[in-house]
C-alpha cells in the first residue's frame, strides 16, 4: 500500500455484516483494486468486506467487494482509498473492562470494531471521535469473531437520542459511509 514494502503486508478481510475472518499477503495494489495471496473459502462475487493493514502510522482501512479469483489470488475493487481507521473505545455495561480499537465499518444503524479483546456481556458502550465529534453510543452484539488475539464486534445501536444520530451522519459524511 502507499508508502510501505507491500511484498510482506498482511491484509485483514472482514465480511461485512457476516463477520468471517481471513488473512492474505498483498500481492498488488493498483487505484481502485487490490489482489491478495491467500485462500478465502466462502466469499461470493459482489459480497462486501472491509479490509485492513497495519503501517507506521496505525491501522488503515477501506471497504471493498470481492470481484472473484484468479490463479490462488483474491481481488477485490475498493470503494474508496485506504485511510487511517478510526480509534473507538468499548467498555462493558457490566462492568469495567474497556478495550482501544479500531471501526471497520459505520452506519446509522450498527457498527463493526476490532479490539485486542473481547469485552464482557452483550451491552456495550462505544465512545469514538470522528471529524472533531465524540459521542458515546450504546449498542448490543449481534455476532463476534476472535482470531490469533484479535477479535470483531458487530454492534447494533440501542436508543439513539437525536444528538447520536446527527454525529452518526457526520461520520458517516467524514468517510465512513455504509457502501459507496
Known sequence: MPGGDESSTTVTVVTLPGLTVYEGTLASFLAGGVTLAGDMPGLAPGDTVALAYDDSGGRQGVRAQF?????????????GEFARLPHVDVRSMLGQSRHRGSVLHLDAESVVVELPAKPGGNALE???????????????????????????????????????????????????????
Do not use: C, I, Y
Open 67 to 79: 470481484a472473484g479469483t484468479r490463479g490462488g489470488m483474491t481481488v477485490f475493487t475498493l470503494f
Open 126 to 180: 462505544v465512545s469514538m471521535e470522528v471529524a472533531g465529534f465524540a459521542a458515546r453510543l450504546v449498542g448490543r452484539v449481534e455476532r463476534s469473531q476472535g482470531v490469533a488475539g484479535r477479535h470483531w464486534l458487530a454492534l447494533r445501536f440501542e436508543d439513539l437520542t437525536p444528538p447520536q444520530r446527527a454525529f452518526l451522519r457526520t461520520a458517516m459524511g467524514a468517510g465512513l459511509k455504509k457502501d459507496e
